[in-house]
């Protein structure tokens, strides 16, 4: 298998979460578009990002568990599928578009909302695509057998 190129270590799913939210910050402050919620309904975007971050947690605390990697340029050891690996095959990266969802809500204006899709679209391409084709190498049926049970994001 080849290694990755030690610049692609540092293009992780964090690094385009982070830019996602200060695309989304940039979009607010210069294009706002429409301003849809104001306070105090924009705060149900903290309820949102505390949820999605927690989902993140827990996600992470059970590769832990499992032992395995969660860099997505290491292999991976194990299969998860306890937790929220049962209702979702990627419930870090579906925590960060919660995140991203709670912040646009929190901004309150339509224009971060476009960066979502955008980010999700990327990820999917970027990591996941490339991610399952690792996992089926890994684990053969035993993966297979579970992508055909979880969907990818919800």
Known sequence: MNEPQPS??????PV????ALLLMGFFHRVAPWAQVLEAPYRYGGVVLMAL????ILWA?????????NIRPYLPSTA?????PYRF?????????????LGAAVFLGSLTPLIVIPAFMALIAERFIVPEEAKLEAAFGRGY???KARVRRWL
């Not at 385009?16 to 830019?19: A, H, K």
């Not at 979702?88 to 991203?100: D, E, K, Q, S, V």
């Open 144 to 146: 297979v057998d579970y």
């Open 16 to 19: 385009y979460f982070l830019v």
């Open 79 to 83: 299969l998860v599928l306890d937790g």
């Open 60 to 68: 992470a605390l059970l590769f832990r568990r499992a032992g395995t």
């Open 52 to 55: 999605a971050l927690g989902l």
């Open 88 to 100: 979702t095959r990627n419930p870090m990266y579906l925590g960060m578009a919660g995140t991203l």
């Open 8 to 13: 692609s270590r540092f293009l992780v799913p």
